[in-house]
């Protein structure tokens, strides 16, 4: 069967006249992806913050509230073992990105960054990504109505070691790959769900995904689970922490949160921590009512914490 072509289907060489740059054009001009949220809340998806030769764009979705600003940032990162996990999936919350656009409406500019899983690079990759995704943040601060020098890091699981981790090391460039990058990468306040802090403490799995997040051949070294562990780095200059995490967790012990609590007390770091009974890894209860009350405890005490320690009350 012949498909008739209309004029208005095909342009003649003369009509298909398209701007040419006089070198290769390597900027990414596709329209921004822009969601309304409630109460004003404006969303842009998938903005890249970093690109390193060799592998995919590095990106993250941010949300800004209604009023022009400037405002605190609230960094978050996802978990999933450092080998999964997405910036709009957290635990047993249905809908993520309605949770961050929420927390924006009480008038933070947040950032959920994707970063290089295990598979596509070790550690340290994923705390550069951090790193240059906050220097990024900083670096665009009047792009994008941000504050600064108020800045608060969340994370659950693998991106709460990620989180602790950001915190801990602030201003140690032996992590930068060379030469090493410029602008601030400190935090003011950092909250992490059943995060990871010493991994000597940690249990491998047995599947081998923290010989493979860390680069190991084999069984990790001392020296190798000493610089991925962010006791490690803990000091007194470290910033305050809200820890929380469940008491029946299997995936990461409760013992993880309990070592970094004593450690920062120990320093004069001040620590916040909430210990919720009878729930696992994610704030799973034993019941959907169960999660469903670990999981909106949690994450109503997150969005206090940051209003606490950044500066802005709740309007």
């Known amino acids: 069967m012949l498909m008739l072509i209309t004029a208005t289907q095909v342009l003649s060489a003369a009509e298909r006249d398209f701007p040419v740059a006089a070198s290769p054009a390597l900027a990414d001009v596709y329209p921004e992806r822009v969601t309304t949220f409630a109460r004003g809340v404006r969303s842009l998806a998938d903005v890249t913050y970093s690109v390193i030769p060799g592998f995919r764009p590095l990106i993250l ?17 996802h978990g999933g073992g450092w080998v999964g996990g997405h910036t709009r999936h957290s635990g047993a919350l249905e809908n993520f990105p309605e ?12 950032a959920s960054l994707e970063y290089r899983l295990a598979g596509e690079a070790p550690f340290p990759a994923q705390l550069q990504d951090a790193r240059a995704a906050l220097r990024f943040l900083r670096a665009n601060a009047a792009k994008y109505h941000i504050d600064g020098n108020h800045v608060g ?10 989180a602790a981790l950001l915190a ?23 909250v992490t769900w059943y995060g990871v802090f010493d991994f000597a403490a940690q249990a491998d799995r047995g ?7 860390l680069g190991c051949k084999g069984a990790c070294d001392a020296a190798k689970i000493s ?15 809200l820890l929380i995490h469940g008491e029946q967790d299997r995936t990461v012990d409760v013992q993880q949160s309990h070592i970094a609590e004593q450690r920062l007390k120990g ?9 919720l009974p009878g729930v696992d890894h994610s704030f799973i209860g034993g019941t959907p009512e169960q999660t ?11 969005f206090d914490y940051f209003h606490r320690m950044l500066g802005r009350k709740q309007p």
């Open 292 to 302: 469903r009350i670990a999981t909106l405890r949690a994450t109503n005490a997150t």
């Open 61 to 77: 979705d941010l949300y800004q509230p209604a009023a022009p600003g400037p405002h605190p940032l609230v960094i978050y990162i």
């Open 99 to 110: 949770v961050l656009a929420s927390l924006a409406a009480e008038g933070f500019v947040v």
């Open 267 to 275: 320093l004069g770091v001040p620590v916040e921590s909430i210990y």
């Open 153 to 162: 890091v969340w994370g659950g699981s693998a991106g709460g070691h990620l």
């Open 168 to 190: 801990t090391t602030c201003g140690d460039t032996s992590f930068d790959p060379a030469p090493a990058a410029a602008g601030n990468d400190c935090v003011n306040a950092v």
């Open 227 to 241: 610089r991925a562990s962010p006791v490690t780095y803990m000091k007194r200059s470290t910033p305050p922490f």
């Open 207 to 213: 599947d081998g995904s923290l010989s493979g997040f």
